[in-house]
């Protein structure tokens, strides 16, 4: 068996474009313009988009993933407990990465996780209860061969457990040693201030940062959960950025065969993708065609355009469309006539 080579990361990591650290709202952490989630293509070998069946090669390509990442000014990692397939799968994979190629690195590293979707069987297995919540946490550590995480997450708002119970056991993670810092995700803008309010008359550690979907095809954050944020002074991490691969050159001719919308399970439907779709993909393509940029490059690049949304977190399949990614942060300025075409676009008032 060969000697394992050691990681050496590019010693140009942090020669990136202005700007590429954003502050986490009014906190004292930076997050880069692009951070790397590790859903996808980062669980048991033979379940990601390149279809490497075996477990070297499906290893492989997650670190070279990551060595991509980091090379190219990514600090960022952002995972949870339910992500692989199957649920913690990817944890553990990035636990082993980060054991053997990033030791040494680690205070360089942000690394996030989160808490509250379905892990295991009884009532303790998910939503927001400090049962849970802590539990997972201590699971999520010792999959990610970790002492602590950089942040971690309530991944989903709970309606049944008090909000005083989670925001609770987030502060409990901080005080314990276990989370640097607390996030909230998909909470809208009354949960939001909600819960800062209640870390803030309980003495809580307060939620430095968002994580909502977010993308040119899915604006729900507008305006209201950004104007919250905003004025709490969190930080926003947009998911979904690319709409699961739709904003992307993928579908501008239909449905591939390849593509996630014909996967069982998939968050998307084929049925979904009609022709006016399809069509506005086209004329979007064309507005960053214009620019100098792919429509995968425009869309980051427009989450990016609001100084409130702090970082795009990007998925992948292989190395080349993370280094494609970054490049979107070279344009982040639109001019309000590019601004008005893609309105227009989305509005479906254009050919």
């Known amino acids: 068996m060969p000697d394992h080579t050691p990681y050496a990361p590019s010693e140009s990591r942090y020669e990136t474009i202005s700007g590429w650290f954003r502050r986490c709202g009014r906190s004292g952490l930076k997050l880069p313009l692009i951070s790397m989630g590790c859903w996808h293509n980062f669980g048991d070998a ?92 201590d699971q999520s550590l010792a999959r990610l061969q970790l002492d602590y995480v950089d942040i971690f997450y309530s991944h989903r708002f709970d309606p049944d457990t008090p909000l005083e119970e989670t925001m609770g056991a987030l502060d409990s993670a901080v005080r314990q040693g276990k989370a640097l810092y607390v996030g909230i995700s998909s909470y809208n803008a009354e949960q939001t201030q909600q819960a800062l309010a209640i870390c803030e008359a309980n003495g809580f550690v307060k939620p430095i940062i968002h994580q909502p979907s977010y993308s040119l095809l899915n604006r729900w954050i507008e305006p209201d959960l950004l104007n919250t944020t905003g004025d709490l002074g969190m930080g926003v991490i947009a998911f979904c950025p690319l709409s699961q691969g739709l904003l992307t050159n993928k579908y501008l001719s239909g449905v591939p065969n390849d593509s996630r919308a014909k996967q069982e399970n998939s968050f998307l439907n084929e049925e979904a993708l009609k022709p006016e779709l399809i069509g506005k993909l086209n004329n979007l393509n064309a507005v960053a065609g214009d620019r100098g940029q792919s429509l995968a490059q425009m869309a980051l690049s427009w989450v990016l355009r609001d100084g409130r949304v702090t970082s795009a977190l990007i998925g992948a399949s292989r190395p080349e469309q993370i280094i494609e990614n970054v490049k979107a942060a070279e344009k982040i300025t639109f001019s309000d006539d590019e601004l008005d075409a893609i309105e227009l676009i989305l509005k479906g008032e254009t050919e």
């Open 46 to 137: 033979g379940t990601d988009a390149g279809h490497h069946a075996d477990e070297a090669s499906f290893h492989a390509n997650a670190q070279a993933m990551l060595f991509a990442s980091f090379d190219n000014g990514i600090t960022h990692f952002d995972l949870a407990n339910n992500y692989g397939p199957v649920a913690g799968a990817a944890e553990t994979r990035v636990g082993r990465i980060l054991k053997e190629d990033f030791k040494g690195y680690r205070d360089e590293l942000v690394i996030s996780s989160k808490a509250g979707y379905y892990m295991w069987p009884g009532p303790y297995g998910e939503w927001g209860s400090r049962k849970y919540l802590l539990s997972s946490l």
